[in-house]
Structures are given as C-alpha cells and as structure tokens.
C-alpha cells in the first residue's frame, strides 16, 4: 500500500535525504523538499522507514494546507481542518511499531510553528487536539501516547501527520549517553554520505567525541577501516560504551588532533565535526587548535582524498584551507543544526 509520508532532518540536507530515501527505500517516489523536510510516497512497511538513517523523524501525512489566518480566525481554522482529517490510516501505521495499548487509542499532538502568527505552537497543538477528539473521540494522554500527532505550522501552511519514530536522533539511535557536544546521529550519517564512502578503505574522524560520525560509517559501510580519536577521556569513555553497544568496528584512539599517531597519505577520507567554539571551547581556543589541525589533516590525507568538515568557524576554516598548498573547497553546504548555522565542507586533497 502506498503511502505520503514526510521526514524532517537538518536543513541542507534534503538532497542526502532524497538521495538515501531511493537508496533504501527503492520503490519510493520523491514528491518534493522543503527547508528541513522530504515528502514521498511508498510502499514500505512502516517498519522500513525507520531505517531511514539522515532524519530525524518519520511521519505518514494526514493533510496540509495553504492559507492560514494569522490572526485568532486562523486557530478556527486549523481546529475546522483538524476536525475533517481522517488520522486513523496514520495511527494504523503507528500501531505496526508501538502496538496500542488501548482501543481506542490515546494520542498526544506536537505542535511547531514558525512566521508571524498571534497565537503560539501550543495553541496549534490544542486546536488540532480539539479536531482530534472531535472527529474520533480519542482520549489525550501527553505521557503515556499510542499515537503521536504533529502539526507543523510554517508562515500560513499547515502540515498535520502521524509521527512513526519515537524519539529523535540524538538519542534514538546507539547511544549509551551522550556528551558535551555530541552530534545527532541523522547529520553524522549524512556527513558520510557526502563523503562517498563506497569505494573508500579507511576514515579517520579525527575529534570523534562520542564515535557517532565513526559508528554511524562502520555500522552503514561495513568494508571500511573506521578510527575515531579524542583528546578528552570522557568523550572516549563514552566512545568506547557507544560502540560496544553497536557492536560498530570502529578503533578508538585517544590522540591530539594536531599530532595523529598516522603516516603521510595514509588515509582516504576524514570526517569530522569540529570544535563550534560556542557550548565547548571558544573561538580564541579555535584560533590556536584549527592552524595545526588542519596542517595535520593534510598531511595524512593521501593525494585525491576527501575531507568532510562541519564547523561554525567558516571565516577561520576557509582561511586555512585556502593557505593549504595541498587541500581545496570543492563544495559547501549550509545547514540548521540546534539553533546556529555551521557549514559542511567538502575539502579534496590535491
Ligand atoms: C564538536 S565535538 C565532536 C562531537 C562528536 N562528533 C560527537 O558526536 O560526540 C569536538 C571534539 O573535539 C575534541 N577535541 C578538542 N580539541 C582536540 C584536540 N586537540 N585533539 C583531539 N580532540 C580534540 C573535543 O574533546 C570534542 O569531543
């Protein structure tokens, strides 16, 4: 049975989202991409599409809609629209992953929203939960949920689905915890993606935290030789757990990034995100750790290898990329990350 069903990841990576969704979900028919989600359409099994790996979450589309007030009528609105939506082909594919406990079903509703409107994400969540209740007489239980209903309000378009993924990707998936800084798994995943591992042999990420870029490689490109290193003991603590949870081939290494334990042109790819300088660290540590960072990256990096960075630090970043007589910018990417606006580069050694 077909289904539309959207994704939220990151924004910018739609086109790693659109390219993976074809990849393993090969049936599939790509319907279009909006800042920080896919829609599609189907025929896998509910179970399938949380193989998705570059996402957050995964949602069947119950109905959207062009149009809405601003204003307090546009609280009428969504409840009216709410009230005509049929949830239960969503709350169905729900069921195939987290059995109701009850019959009916409990639900809960999520509400985001984003433009000028007079009325707040709660206010949304209400009114859809008001259209719910109204249309199918499901009792709310904000804890203990069968069905998760969300409501994406973006300037006057409303889009209603039923959500299928439980939690999103920073802890959803192998995790035993997570770290200072640590990266959510869906954009690790989607930093290897960029960095075409089918045909590599070895990716080192030289500042690995919690090992989630190097998890997420091993577990997805079996073939590869995956290191991740750390200066921090407790990252590599956490490292270590995370990886044995998995099961993920990955050799942990506690190094300073600067001076890699590695020989000249000993690797293919490196992938890495590295130090913001905002929650961890600061830009003046920044300052004095990315000249001698990136020097040593090249070194190791074997002519015609790829190197895929995510950092905040672009001015700092392209500065000493463009100073490398070895390493150039193939490509950037901007992307939405927990608030801020770091880029993902794609560094080809020469
Ligand atoms: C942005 S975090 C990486 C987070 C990681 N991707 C994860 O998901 O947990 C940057 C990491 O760089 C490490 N780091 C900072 N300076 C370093 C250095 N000189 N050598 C090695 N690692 C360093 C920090 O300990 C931190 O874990």
């Not at 804890?143 to 309000?153: C, G, H, P």
């Amino acid at each position: 049975m077909s289904r539309e069903l959207f994704v939220t990841l990151s924004a910018g990576l739609e086109e790693v989202t659109g390219q993976e969704v074809i990849w393993r979900l090969p049936d599939s028919r790509l319907l279009a991409a909006d800042s920080g989600k896919v829609f599609f359409s189907s025929d896998a099994s509910p179970e399938d599409t949380l193989g998705l790996r570059s996402v957050n979450h995964v949602h069947v589309v119950a109905a959207h809609l062009d149009g809405i007030d601003s204003g307090a009528q546009g609280l009428e609105q969504i409840e009216a629209l709410a009230s005509a939506v049929d949830f239960l082909p969503g709350a169905f594919a729900s069921a195939e992953i987290n059995p109701w406990k009850t019959d009916p079903p409990t639900f809960r509703v999520t509400g985001y929203r984003s433009g000028e409107q007079e009325y707040g994400s709660m206010d949304v969540a209400a009114r859809v939960g008001a259209g719910v209740v109204a249309r199918h007489g499901w009792p709310v239980d904000l804890e203990s949920y069968d069905v998760e209903i969300v409501a994406y309000l973006t300037d006057d378009r409303l889009l209603m689905g039923t959500r299928l993924t439980r939690e999103g990707s920073l802890h959803r998936r192998h995790r035993v915890g997570v770290g200072k800084s640590t990266l959510k798994a869906s954009v690790a995943f989607s930093l290897c993606w960029l960095a075409d591992l089918h045909g590599a042999q070895a990716l080192v990420d030289p500042l690995c935290g919690a090992a989630t870029i190097p998890t997420e490689a091993a577990l997805q490109w079996p073939h590869l030789d995956v290191i991740g290193g750390d200066r921090s003991a407790d990252e590599l603590d956490l490292a270590r757990r995370n990886v044995e949870l998995t099961g993920a081939a990955v050799s942990l290494c506690r190094w300073d990034c600067r001076e890699l334990p590695l020989a000249r042109s000993s690797v293919d790819r490196i992938v890495s995100d590295l130090p913001f300088g905002r929650r961890v660290g600061s830009h003046q540590k920044n300052v004095h750790l990315y000249p001698r960072m990136v020097r040593e990256m090249g070194r190791v990096l074997e002519p015609g290898g790829l190197m895929v960075a995510l950092t905040l630090e672009r001015k700092l970043f392209t500065r000493l990329i463009d100073r490398s007589p070895v390493l150039h910018i193939e490509r950037v990417i901007g992307i939405s990350l927990s608030g801020l606006r770091p880029s993902v580069y794609l560094v080809r050694r020469g």
